[in-house]
T-cell receptor, first 110, second 114 residues
Framework: GQNIDQPTEMTATEGAIVQINCTYQTSGFNGLFWYQQHAGEAPTFLSYNVLDGLEEKGRFSSFLSRSKGYSYLLLKELQMKDSASYLC???????????FGDGTTLTVKP | DVKVTQSSRYLVKRTGEKVFLECVQDMDHENMFWYRQDPGLGLRLIYFSYDVKMKEKGDIPEGYSVSREKKERFSLILESASTNQTSMYLCASIAAGTDSSPLHFGNGTRLTVT
């Protein structure tokens, strides 16, 4: 079966750092994606992890531990425009598809 | 840049109507997907396709069918629309054999069934 868990909502202050966690239990794993989705818009790609460790891309970083079935997305120097939903998705090559978590809605306050 | 285009941004249909949602991508991608997105339930996979005339059921195929007659076009069909199919529908595509490439999404079709 496929089970991907993320917190439903988070709130943080402009300029701060926030960590969004994702835990997964899936029948296959070939990589983990993070997407950002603003209200009323399509998801857009943020990061991809296939090996354990931290991937850094500007203000955003993503971490993966395959043995623990755990990932997190770290957002630094938060800006108001970072208010969005963040989706964790596990890709399974054999199945040829990604399975998504329910998403975490982040609200950034002044 | 990959462009995935969904034909309608908003649709309102009546219960029992046959509904077609169209999706076209311009990057010669082999794999195409239809998801629905509902509050608190995330993105759920309805159907996907690896190639022309190929289709695979996703996690929630009941009440839906698909058509892939051309590589660039993937249609989602609601044979007899029901109110519980009111949702945001997202189409996505990706090239085959590219595990590290993300899905490219269309802008979505918000369907209301009354």
């Amino acid at each position: 079966g496929q089970n991907i868990d993320q917190p439903t909502e988070m709130t943080a202050t402009e300029g701060a750092i926030v960590q969004i966690n994702c835990t997964y239990q899936t029948s296959g794993f070939n990589g983990l994606f993070w997407y950002q989705q603003h209200a009323g818009e399509a998801p857009t790609f943020l990061s991809y992890n296939v090996l354990d460790g931290l991937e850094e891309k500007g203000r955003f970083s993503s971490f993966l531990s395959r043995s623990k079935g755990y990932s997190y997305l770290l957002l630094k120097e938060l800006q108001m425009k970072d208010s969005a939903s963040y989706l964790c998705a596990v890709f399974n090559t054999n199945a040829g598809k990604s399975t998504f978590g329910d998403g975490t809605t982040l609200t950034v306050k002044p | 840049d990959v462009k995935v285009t969904q034909s309608s941004r908003y649709l309102v249909k009546r219960t029992g109507e046959k509904v077609f949602l169209e999706c076209v991508q311009d990057m010669d991608h082999e794999n195409m997907f239809w998801y629905r997105q509902d509050p608190g339930l995330g993105l759920r996979l309805i159907y996907f396709s690896y190639d022309v005339k190929m289709k695979e059921k996703g996690d929630i195929p009941e009440g839906y069918s698909v058509s892939r007659e051309k590589k660039e076009r993937f249609s989602l069909i609601l044979e007899s629309a029901s109110t519980n199919q009111t949702s945001m529908y997202l189409c996505a595509s990706i090239a085959a054999g590219t595990d590290s490439s993300p899905l490219h999404f269309g802008n979505g079709t918000r369907l209301t069934v009354t």
